[in-house]
């Protein structure tokens, strides 16, 4: 069975519900990139840490962009292709900058509708435009476990 939620129902604030916050189950230990560095220091990070991606964030944690790995893939057959070295290339040459994210005051029902209405798997959390963490379809689902009992 597929479950698409319709547009309609993607929230539930309007509705009056109120569920638990993402914040008790979000990442806050997030391996993030910095702009300036260089994409080899990048995609070994990523690498390192077998993440798929990970927030670009520029001097006050303000979030600039996202590299994933399909990102260093493409700078990997460009470079290659063009037999040009990468050692040189920064991350904000290949991040992606629109970077969609939800707010700490969102709740895990809003959430697990914008994880089923698009291709992401992680989402940086922010507060006051800043990261604090990322939430991840994983941690959606392990909190739909924890209250498995109740209705949420």
């Known amino acids: 069975m597929n479950f698409t939620p319709r547009k309609e129902e993607t929230t ?3 509705k009056g519900y109120q569920f638990e916050s993402i914040e008790k189950y ?10 300036s560095m260089t994409i080899v220091d ?4 990523i690498i390192k840490h077998k993440l ?29 292709y063009n037999n040009m070295p990468m050692q040189n290339k920064k991350v904000s040459e290949y991040m ?9 005051e969102n709740d895990l029902l809003d959430v697990a509708n ?18 604090v963490g990322q939430v ?4 959606i689902l392990r909190a739909a476990m924890d209250l498995k009992r109740t209705t949420w």
């Open 12 to 14: 539930n604030a309007k």
């Open 26 to 35: 979000m990442d806050k230990n997030e391996v993030t990139l910095s702009d």
């Open 42 to 45: 990048a995609c070994e990070l």
């Open 52 to 80: 798929t991606g990970s927030p670009v964030l520029d001097k006050d944690r303000n979030i600039v962009g996202m590299l994933t790995e399909k990102d260093c893939l493409r700078l990997i057959l460009e470079s290659s």
């Open 96 to 104: 992606s900058k629109n970077v969609k994210t939800v707010s700490t």
């Open 114 to 131: 914008q994880f089923l209405n698009s291709h992401f798997r992680k989402y940086p959390v922010v507060h006051n435009g800043k990261l």
């Open 136 to 139: 991840s379809r994983r941690d």
